[in-house]
């Protein structure tokens, strides 16, 4: 079945560091790819997606691109602030899976100012 | 605008009590709706979903059950809670048809003493 494997945090980074939070796929067919992103105490909002191979999707200056070849969807951002600690959640939606997103397991970001 | 209520945000209930979580969409008709869960510092698990009304899905067997009375009204239940069942929950709202993008309320964090 579909899946999503993200690495594990936390992640710890200084304000004005790069950002990378590794996101690998297996899906049969084409999926749609996901990054939603949760602040403390709060539900989930979606973050940026990308719905065919070689889209970038990019929002709030976090970008991912949908690269086909490795199955990823890397989120990355060039300078991270403090207020961008939360947990990132990468999913992935098929026509496989029916109505459902299939989640990877959240990793969690730390910015220290 | 589509909006999406979950309440009561926070719940402390005693082991072998009963529970009800309320979840209400506005803006939006024949949502599918979906009860997840986050137990502490783990990713999302799926518990029910549902594509109408009086049609649900269980994901997980566990001793929740959901409702859907209504058309834009969903209801998770408990006849007797377990210290197993603390965690947040998070009910979520999506277009019918193969989108995949959810809509989060801001979650309710049950904690089973």
């Known amino acids: 079945g579909d899946s999503v494997t993200q690495m594990e945090g936390p992640v710890t980074l200084s304000e004005e560091a790069f950002l990378t939070i590794n996101c690998t796929y297996t899906?049969?067919?084409?999926?749609?790819l996901f990054w939603y992103v949760q602040y403390p105490g709060e539900g989930l909002q979606l973050l940026l997606k990308a719905t065919k191979a070689d889209d970038k999707g990019s929002n709030k200056g976090f970008e991912a691109t949908y690269r086909k070849e490795t199955t990823s969807f890397h989120l990355e951002k060039g300078s991270v602030q403090v207020s961008d600690s939360a947990v990132y959640f990468c999913a992935l939606y098929s026509n496989n899976a029916g109505n459902m997103l299939t989640f990877g397991g959240g990793t969690r970001l730390m910015v220290k100012p | 605008s589509q909006t999406i209520h979950q309440w009561p945000a926070t719940l402390v209930q005693p082991v072998g009590s009963p529970l009800s979580l309320e979840c209400t969409v506005e803006?939006?008709?024949?949502?599918?709706l979906y009860w997840y869960r986050q137990a502490a510092g783990r990713g999302l698990q799926l518990l029910f979903y549902?594509?109408?009304?009086?049609?649900i899905s269980s994901e997980v067997p566990q001793n929740l059950s959901a409702s859907r009375p209504q058309d834009r009204q969903f209801i998770l239940s408990s006849k007797k809670l377990l210290l197993s069942d603390s965690g947040f929950y998070l009910c979520?709202?999506?277009?019918?048809?193969?989108?995949?993008?959810?809509?989060f309320g801001e979650g309710s964090r049950l904690t089973v003493l």
């Open positions: 899906a049969t067919g084409y999926p749609s």
């Open positions: 549902s594509v109408g009304i009086g049609q």
């Open positions: 979520a709202w999506s277009v019918t048809g193969p989108r995949g993008e959810l809509f």
């Open positions: 803006g939006t008709s024949n949502p599918n």
